[in-house]
């Protein structure tokens, strides 16, 4: 199994800003996704993140906005930038470990833009 | 396009009733199959999978599913739901690499 912790667990902030969001896991890993879970939604993956390389950033995301960090196998962040109320939301991050179809997610941080 | 589909957004049961949600999918390859859920105040579990063979699945807390190829279906079932079911559900998929996830169920058990 994989244990995951983001920081931070929740945020408020203001239109124009930027939050760094982090992901640790317990153990190493080769693919961490991160995914964003609007209200009333699914949830979208944004970007699968490998260590080593660049980022991959799935159809209406980009890497201007959603800047991603991939600096060992166990963390990653996620940076949403200029920040406007529509990113308010629940963003996870999520592993793959023991297989290619057992993922593992973290609690999610839930951030609110004024 | 890739999609799942969840038509029940909100289900509520008392204890002892049975149930199904629905979950269809759009999907051009093979595919595996997935419910996860998210108990009040927790992280996203993985409650069963399916990969391939029988397409009765049984997962953790006496929930199963059934795969039905010709219909594009996953729906998830449990005989007899409890209080402590009460959560939301989600079913997935996954393609080559990635998941597409519905846009879940919420369950309220009464007790």
């Known amino acids: 199994s994989a244990v995951i912790s983001q920081k931070p667990s929740r945020d408020i902030c203001q239109r124009g800003t930027s939050l760094t969001i982090q992901c640790q896991v317990d153990?190493?890993?080769?693919?961490m996704f991160w995914y964003r879970q609007q209200p009333g939604q699914s949830l979208t993956l944004i970007a699968t993140?490998?260590?080593?390389?660049?980022?991959?950033?799935e159809s209406g995301f980009v890497i201007d906005k959603f800047p991603i960090s991939r600096p060992n196998l166990t963390f990653s962040t996620l940076t949403v930038s200029n920040m406007s109320p529509e990113d308010s939301s629940i963003y996870l991050c999520?592993?793959?470990?023991?297989?290619?179809?057992?993922?593992?997610f973290g609690p999610g941080t839930r951030l609110t833009v004024l | 396009a890739q999609s799942v589909s969840q038509h029940n957004h909100h289900v509520i049961l008392s204890e002892a009733a049975s149930l199904e949600l629905g979950c269809n999918y759009s999907?051009?390859?093979?595919?595996?199959l997935f419910w996860y859920v998210q108990y009040p105040g927790q992280h996203l579990q993985l409650l069963l999978k399916?990969?391939?063979?029988?397409?009765l699945v049984k997962g953790i807390k006496g929930f199963e599913a059934e795969f039905i190829k010709s219909k594009f279906s996953f729906n998830l079932r449990k005989p007899s739901v409890q209080w402590s079911d009460t959560a939301e559900y989600f079913c997935?998929?996954?393609?080559?690499?990635?998941?597409?996830f519905g846009t879940g169920t919420r369950l309220k058990v009464l007790a």
């Open positions: 999907y051009g390859g093979t595919v595996n």
């Open positions: 399916y990969f391939s063979g029988d397409p």
């Open positions: 999520s592993v793959e470990k023991g297989g290619p179809d057992t993922q593992y």
């Open positions: 153990s190493q890993v080769t693919m």
């Open positions: 993140a490998n260590q080593g390389s660049e980022a991959t950033y």
């Open positions: 997935a998929v996954r393609g080559t690499y990635k998941y597409i």
